[in-house]
Every structure is written in C-alpha cells, then in structure tokens.
C-alpha cells in the first residue's frame, strides 16, 4: 500500500499571504490528522477530520483550517501567514475501525517557510 | 508546564550500547502512549505501542509504562548507528480519538 502523500514537499510564502496544503491518506484510511511542528514548541496537534467532519481541534488560531473530501484526503488552509507559521506540516492517516487503537501513520510534511 | 516532558538531548552514545529514553506526564486521564521515531525530513514512524503499565518488548526495543508515577520509558538495546534518530513520545486520552500529545523528542546519535 502506498503511504500518506503530502503536497507539496516544500512552499516559500511571505506574510500576509494563504496557503493550501494537500494531503492523501492512505487507501482505506478514514481519519486524517494534521500536526505542526517547530524546533520551539515540538509537534503539535491542529485537527482531525473523519468522514468529512471536524472532530477534534487543537489550539490554534481560526486562520487554520481545513477540509475532508469524500475520498478521505483532506486540505489545510492558512490565512494571513505570519512568520511563527514556518513550520513542518504533517498529515498522519488512521483507519479507524472502532475497535482498539488505530495507528497514526504519518506522511513526510510539508516545509512552510513564511518570509 | 508542558503536559509531557521530554529531555530533547541531544544524546550520544557508542555502538551497541544500552539507550534510555523517557518521559514524564502530568495528566493521569492518558491512558495511551507511543514511542514514534523521526530521521531527517521523514515523517514520525511508529515504534512502539503500550496501554497497561508495564513492559512491552519488540525486538531491541522495549517500553515500559509506569502510570502510578506517570513516567515512560523505552530502551533500546544493543544499539546500531541506524537507530540515530529524533525519539517522540506521545499519549492519548480516549481510544481511538486521534489527539496525539507528543514530547519535544529526543534526539539520539549512535557512534559506530
């Protein structure tokens, strides 16, 4: 099986401006997280989509957000770049059974460098 | 204060030597916890897996859960220089829920 994809691999942007990340889960994989991570403050959670809905949100600003379309990848957008935003973005893929604990398999992130 | 500590390191140590990794937590609601291991621009892979307090052993590798003192652990043993890594740990409140709470990672050189 082909792994968590992310696009793209690497994205210079400079403030003020929006970006949208992409990314595909893993084939049959229904829940898709996205984390930031900084050598500051480590990974971080942002949210969880599963079957098109939010269902959990990490404490971060309303200029991230994202998406989930039918086919389970999933979108995340930010508004309004600020410099603190340069950061490695991952998505991590689950498939959700129900039963026991699902394994997070992550994708290779994408590079944000906001100047 | 961080709801999960983690020593980031950097840690090296010789070939084939006995590794400690740990963590402390403040929040007695997790009740998961992970070990992921992080090379250079990849992505977190996970390693090990525990609910229960106690021990868990896959290969070199085993962690161990001590939940009375809210401290894990995962050692490596008879280490290899393809074990040089970042070291996350991670915990989970609810089964299932994918709300990942990681430590600032270790970072772990092995020296042929």
């Known amino acids: 099986k082909a792994g968590v994809t992310q696009t793209p691999r690497y994205l210079i942007k400079t403030r003020g401006q929006q970006v949208t990340l992409s990314c595909s889960p893993i084939?049959?994989?229904?829940?898709v997280s996205w984390y930031q991570q900084t050598p500051g403050q480590g990974l971080q959670f942002l949210f969880e989509?599963?079957?098109?809905?939010?269902?959990n949100k990490g404490n971060f600003p309303g200029r991230f957000s994202g998406r989930q379309f039918s086919n389970s990848r999933s979108e995340m957008n930010v508004s309004t770049l600020e410099l603190g935003d340069s950061a490695l973005y991952l998505c991590?893929?689950?498939?959700?059974?129900?039963?026991?604990?699902?394994?997070?398999?992550f994708g290779p992130g994408t590079r944000l460098t906001v100047l | 204060q961080k709801e999960v500590e983690q020593d980031p390191g950097p840690l090296s140590v010789p070939e084939g030597a006995i590794v400690s990794l740990n963590c402390t937590y403040s929040?007695?609601?997790?009740?998961?916890f992970m070990w992921y291991r992080q090379y250079s621009r990849k992505g977190p892979e996970l390693l090990m897996y525990?609910?229960?307090?106690g021990n868990k052993e896959d290969g070199r590798f085993t962690a161990q859960v001590d939940k009375s003192s809210k401290y894990i652990s995962l050692f490596i043993r008879d280490s290899q220089p393809s074990d040089s890594a970042t070291y996350l740990c991670?915990?989970?409140?609810?089964?299932?829920?994918?709300?990942?709470?990681f430590g600032q990672g270790t970072r772990l050189t092995i020296n042929p």
């Open positions: 991590a893929s689950s498939y959700l059974a129900g039963e026991g604990t699902d394994t997070q398999y």
């Open positions: 084939s049959g994989h229904r829940s």
């Open positions: 989509y599963f079957s098109e809905t939010q269902r």
């Open positions: 929040n007695s609601a997790f009740q998961y």
């Open positions: 525990t609910y229960s307090s």
């Open positions: 991670a915990m989970n409140r609810i089964q299932g829920a994918q709300k990942l709470v």
